[in-house]
């Protein structure tokens, strides 16, 4: 099982900035895993938001030219830097193992998710 464990969020104007943090754990972990984050927004469902893949990042149409994944030297944290953030992009954000991407999707096999952490933009 991997322990996920998220932070960085808060309540943040439009047009501002926040770095989200995840670490990964557990005995099932390996730092070669692709990780990404999705978020949720109240009342819909769970989306894709950016991956850090073997071959670079990922982003969701949404998430690009905004919002910047990476990961430290370790492999265990994975960052996400949101810039320019926007009302819509209030959702709580979680990371999980990416298992595949499907064209500007990535998806996640994952049973266990972390408590996320809730990003609220003000417009």
């Known amino acids: 099982q991997v322990q996920l464990v998220e932070s960085g969020g808060g309540l943040v104007q439009a047009g501002g900035s926040l770095r989200l943090s995840c670490a990964a754990s557990?005995?099932?972990?390996?730092?070669?895993?692709?990780m990404g984050w999705f978020r949720q927004a109240p009342g819909k469902d769970r989306e894709f938001v950016a991956a850090?893949?073997?071959?670079?990042?990922h982003y969701s149409d949404s998430a690009k030219g905004r919002f910047t994944i990476s990961r430290d030297n370790n492999g265990n944290t994975v960052y996400l830097q949101m810039d320019r953030l926007k009302p819509e992009d209030t959702a709580v954000y979680f990371c999980?193992?990416?298992?595949?991407?499907?064209?500007?999707?990535?998806?996640?096999?994952?049973?266990?998710w972390g408590q996320g952490t809730k990003v609220t933009v003000l417009s």
């Open positions: 557990g005995p099932t972990f390996s730092e070669h895993h692709a």
């Open positions: 999980n193992v990416v298992t595949y991407c499907v064209g500007s999707k990535c998806y996640t096999s994952g049973d266990y």
């Open positions: 850090i893949l073997w071959k670079g990042p």
